[in-house]
Each structure stands twice: as C-alpha cells, then as structure tokens.
C-alpha cells in the first residue's frame, strides 16, 4: 500500500506471510508449501522463485527471514527451520534429545527477530523463548504470560520486545491475561504491562520511530500506546 494515498501498490497472490528486506529493495513472499518469492519494489516485478519440494506435510508455515533464506513452520509440538535454497530441514525444536520440558504445552508462534540471530517461539503455557538460529538450542527464555502468545514485535533501535497473549478461541469471554508486555531484550526484565482489553489481544506492532506500540484484540478493539 502507499500510505500516503491509501491505494494498493502490490497484489501478491498465494502469500501467506511476507517481509520487506533490511534494505528495502525487495519483498519476500512465503507460499504455503514454504516457496519463497522475491519481488523488486522499485519495478514490482519478481527476480526470484525458490520452489519446495512440498515436504511440509504436519504444520502451518509462519513466517520468512529478511534475506528469504529460511522459514519456519509451526507444528502443534515442535518448531522447525528450513532451507528455502536448498529444500533441506535445517533443524527442529525440541530436538529427539531435547525433549520438551512443558508436556502440556503447545506452540502458538513463531517467527524471526530481525537481527537474524534467533527463532522466537511462543507456547500456550505463556512462555517466550529464543532458539539459536546456527544450532536450534535455546538461548534465553522470558516469562510472565500465563496464557497464550500469539503474536510479538521488536523495536526499530532492536532493544525492546513487545508480546500479547489471551484466550481468542471465543469459549471465553473474559481472558485472565488480555495483556500487552514489553521486555528488555538484553536483560529479559519486564518494563512494562499495557491493559484495557476484555479478550484475548492476537495482534501488535511498533511505530517506526519505536515512540508508540499498537494492538489489536479479538474484542475488536485497537489500542494505540
């Protein structure tokens, strides 16, 4: 979209998640048999198509990195990385010898941070952790949900992290942690904890200048902070 006239710029259709990259130059679609297409934004025209051989069979695929290298896909109990030049699994979490430590737990999102060191992974149980990109072990856990995450953003200057969590299957009508928190991604520290929804909050996203945080809930509401 152009922002400033509203009128659509782009349609790509058969996109399933999307990123811009770092620099600017391009868009990277992911399909969902986890192809990546790369499109040039100043001619809007397609240079790239990385074909998969259709081996995600189990999970949904969530997301593509900022070069289209890798995706993700997101099965009910594990993680996993893939290749997108070489079609090859590159590892999933938990591993056969690392076996999940929260049985009853299931995976609610995943997705890249932007500096493309780590996987960040969100499980029903509110736990937010950080999978080494290179080798799949986690890195470092935050805590502080108690219900669902479903979605999370970073900062423009890469020192915060914003998540949401709650109930949005609508068996609910009030959810015990309809909550926005903000973390200090060096330290894990909470900083902050915004309120005011009735239900489960399944949406958020920073301004681009990092002063104000945004998000959505299944109660229809929109909250600028």
Same mark, same amino acid.
């Given at each position: %979209?152009?922002?400033?006239?509203? /009128?659509?710029? +782009?349609?790509?259709? #058969?996109?399933?998640?999307?990123?811009?990259?770092?620099?600017?130059?391009?868009?990277?679609? *992911?399909?969902?048999?986890?192809?990546?297409?790369?499109?040039?934004?100043?001619?809007? $025209?397609?240079?790239?198509?990385?074909?998969?051989?259709?081996?995600?069979?189990?999970?949904?695929?969530?997301?593509?990195?900022?070069? !289209?290298?890798?995706?993700? @896909?997101?099965?009910? =109990?594990?993680?996993?990385? %893939?290749?997108?030049?070489? =079609?090859?699994?590159?590892?999933?979490?938990? /591993?056969? #010898?690392?076996?999940? $430590?929260?049985?009853?737990?299931?995976? $609610?999102? &995943?997705?890249?941070?932007?500096? !493309?060191?780590?996987?960040?992974?969100?499980? /029903?149980?509110?736990? *937010?952790?950080?999978?080494?990109? #290179?080798? !799949?072990?986690?890195?470092?856990?935050?805590?502080?949900?108690? @219900? +669902?995450?479903?979605?999370? &953003?970073?900062?423009?200057?890469?020192?915060? *992290? &914003?998540?949401?969590?709650?109930?949005?299957?609508?068996?609910?009508?009030?959810?015990?942690? /309809?909550?926005?928190?903000?973390?200090?991604?060096?330290?894990? &520290?909470?900083?902050? $904890?915004?309120?005011?929804?009735?239900?489960?909050?399944?949406?958020?996203?920073?301004?681009?200048?990092?002063?104000?945080?945004?998000?959505?809930?299944?109660?229809?509401?929109?909250? *600028?902070?």
């Amino acid at each position: %979209w152009n922002l400033d006239s509203g /009128s659509s710029v +782009m349609v790509l259709e #058969g996109v399933v998640a999307g990123v811009f990259s770092q620099d600017g130059r391009y868009i990277f679609g *992911l399909t969902r048999d986890c192809s990546v297409k790369q499109w040039d934004v100043g001619s809007r $025209t397609e240079v790239r198509h990385s074909n998969h051989s259709g081996n995600i069979k189990h999970g949904d695929v969530e997301a593509v990195d900022a070069q !289209g290298r890798y995706c993700l @896909e997101k099965r009910w =109990d594990k993680t996993v990385l %893939w290749d997108t030049t070489t =079609d090859k699994e590159i590892w999933h979490y938990p /591993s056969e #010898g690392e076996a999940e $430590t929260r049985s009853n737990s299931y995976v $609610t999102y &995943a997705g890249f941070s932007p500096d !493309g060191k780590y996987v960040v992974r969100g499980s /029903s149980d509110g736990t *937010l952790q950080f999978l080494d990109i #290179g080798t !799949g072990h986690e890195a470092k856990r935050f805590t502080g949900h108690n @219900e +669902m995450i479903w979605s999370v &953003a970073f900062s423009p200057d890469g020192k915060r *992290l &914003a998540s949401v969590s709650g109930d949005i299957s609508g068996f609910s009508r009030y959810s015990s942690d /309809s909550l926005l928190r903000e973390w200090d991604l060096a330290t894990g &520290a909470q900083l902050r $904890t915004f309120e005011g929804f009735t239900s489960g909050v399944n949406s958020v996203a920073f301004s681009r200048d990092g002063q104000y945080v945004v998000a959505g809930g299944r109660d229809k509401a929109i909250k *600028l902070w």
